[in-house]
């Protein structure tokens, strides 16, 4: 089992935004989260990487059997948590290779592996930079800055391809991109599939799931899954919209 | 007070690894100032009496002024009659200064710090001059450097041995009555490195200074004349260290920095003289007064400076552009933490026609720390046709520090252009999360980021000390996120 979520509220400042998520992904699979703007899925999102500003009310997430809460992010990180950001952020002069085998290196080294050297670290980042088609000019730009949303978007994938993580939550990493460019991204998540990992997809839109085939399909509204299902729901939702389940929840 | 509020004031909990103190004998001057004092200190350097009467007049100017209090730092009232003019360690023997003759533990002390005097242990390609409280205890590669005319060494033997040279540029930059500090030091100066680079000569290997105080109630008052002789060119650096004391200490230093006709000076400083502890006790001040003159056509003078210790630092490094077509650059990073004050920023005084200057100011506070930028742009109404480019950043770490900037632009004609850019950022807790979630702690993201962001200062810094101020900037601010 890889992640196990039981019963989670979360929140900001005293409001409640997630409200009770039962959610469990098993080794090898993908799942899809879909659903309205401000249902809660990039607050799920950020509650599982460790962003600080959101608060755990009540529920618990085991990753691996592990207690994920307990964790710093960093910790997460080590673990094998990775979460491409909705809105990448920019961090002026600092190279992406150098912040990315900084990251690497942490990583590796609280797993008591050897860290990679500059050149080292330069062959396995162009074999990555391939997988997303990317030009090797990235590793030397400041972090996401002057990068296009696409071109943000793919360097999310490009580094959750170096760091290989075992749970990869992806934030509406196909939102900006052009249809190559979601092709490209498609084929980068699937290249990495294995059965001892497991993807977290959220998206707004059946498309990219034409590409990365989801074993199950979520829909997140007002902080709770109120249904799941097979790659099929979100062809359904896709042609119906949320209507006719919001008003099944509200009933 | 939110998580990463918290995070950020515990920020200041940062370690000064160099506030160890050396056990050497030492011949103290005892405290006060007056014109015996000073008379007593030429004496022990066996100046020649033009100097002598040069330091007296600098110091009865000095008694006819006041300390400034513009700048924008808080410090209680100096008893200039409470501290010693003058420390120097004792030698062992008379004669020719070699490293053989050097108090061994003196010798310690450098390797300590980073610093080995010895030659074949050196850093390659990098001359050192060690000034140790208030005289100059060895001088690296000078041989190497003397088979292409360059003189390297000590203030005091300078004055020895070209007192032409120092008689003809002491002074012509920053007059004994330029400031208060300025003028003190004029009067009590001890030692100091001096260089002249001849014609045409390019000095082929990084000459520095490393200045540290030892000496508990000692001021630190070293005088750096450097000049470069038409079409030569010369890099330059200098770092300062000093124990942790309870007791705030003075360092009043002043440069000059001469450049003739096509010459090139590049200074760069990496200062991390010891802040204070983190509730603001002790701590150096750190009154400087640096300036370069680019005397002849087509000379260039750079300043980097890296500031990351000091309780105070108040210093304004600046470049007089005389010749035609000089160039004057200004590259500073100045990290303000708990309680450190820093007010520093340049002037940069264009005279001769098509001159060009650039500054570039990356200032961090952490803290309760206060950072003011402070430059003055000054184009003369001859210096026609000349540009200047500023840009000064500020970014802020935690909620309780402060970032000021003071820009003061004077344009005389109108064939010329100043441009000012600014900013300031909050180092942010989306970036922190960011490398956070690629596994980099919050202590490595912190000098990560303020490294990023002082990225284009650190560029100029010659590679092995650029390596050297990016592991500082990382200290000085550990702890202040966490
Ligand atoms: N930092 C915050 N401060 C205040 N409210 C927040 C914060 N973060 C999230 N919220 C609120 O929580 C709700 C859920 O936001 P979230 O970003 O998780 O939605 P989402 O499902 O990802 O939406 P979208 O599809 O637009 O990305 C929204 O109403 C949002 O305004
Ligand atoms: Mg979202």
Redesign the pocket.
Known sequence: MILEIRNLHAG??G?E?LKGIDLTVKAGEVHAIM????????????VLAGRE?YEVTEGEVLFRGENLLEMSPEERAAAGVFLAF?YPVEIPGVNSAYFLRTGLNSIRKSRGEEELDALDFLKLAREKLKLVQMDEAFLKRSVNEGFSGGEKKRHEIFQMAVLDPVLGIL??TDSGLDIDALRIVAAGVNSLRRADNAFLV?T?YQRLLNHIIPDVVHV?LDGRIVQSGGKELALQLEAEGYDRIKQAATV | MDAATKTIEEFAGQEYKYGFVTEVDSDVVPPGLDESVIRLISEKKEEPSWLTQWRLRAYRHWRTMAEPRWPKVHFPKIDYQAISYYAAPKKKSEGPKSLEEVDPEILATYEKLGIPLKEQEVLAGVAVDAVFDSVSVATTFREKLSELGIIFCSFSEAVKEHPDLVREYLGSVVPYTDNFFASLNSAVFSDGSFCYVPKGVQCPMELSTYFRINAANTGQFERTLLIADEGASVSYLEGCTAPMRDENQLHAAVVELVALAGAKIKYSTVQNWYPGDASGRGGIYNFVTKRGACRGEASKISWTQVETGSAITWKYPSCILQGDGSIGEFYSVAVANSRQQADTGTKMIHIGKGTRSTIVSKGISAGYGQNSYRGLVRITPKATGSRNFTQCDSMLLGDKCGAHTFPYIEVQNDSSQVEHEASTSKIGEDQIFYCNQRGISTEDAVSLIVNGFCKEVLAELPMEFAVEAQKLLGISLEGSVG
């Open positions: 900001i400042e409001t935004i659903g309205p703007n401000g249902s809660g899925k990039s607050t799920l999102a950020g500003e909705q934030d509406e959220v707004h997140l």
